[in-house]
């Protein structure tokens, strides 16, 4: 166990839930970090959602700017 928690940085949980005083309270508190690592990554998905709308929208403002930019120097050359 000592040569697998060095490798690793941490003690099993099975380990810890065998060593712990009191286990119910240890698995209530596993629970709850479980409940907030779900909410954890449910939110991390939904920035990733829409980090990736922004980037589309970031794109599709950036050829719009372009065509604008091509429309008016065409108008510029035109009025000279």
């Known amino acids: 166990m000592a040569a697998e928690q060095y490798r690793t940085g941490a003690i099993d949980p099975s380990v810890q839930l065998f060593l712990s005083s009191d286990p119910a309270e240890y698995l209530d508190r596993a629970q709850a970090l479980g409940r907030t690592s779900d909410r954890q990554a449910a939110a991390l ?36």
């Open 45 to 80: 998905r939904a920035l990733e959602s829409t980090q990736r709308e922004l980037a589309q929208e970031r794109a599709d403002a950036a050829k719009r700017l372009k065509s604008q930019q091509e429309t008016r120097a065409k108008a510029k050359e035109k009025k000279d």
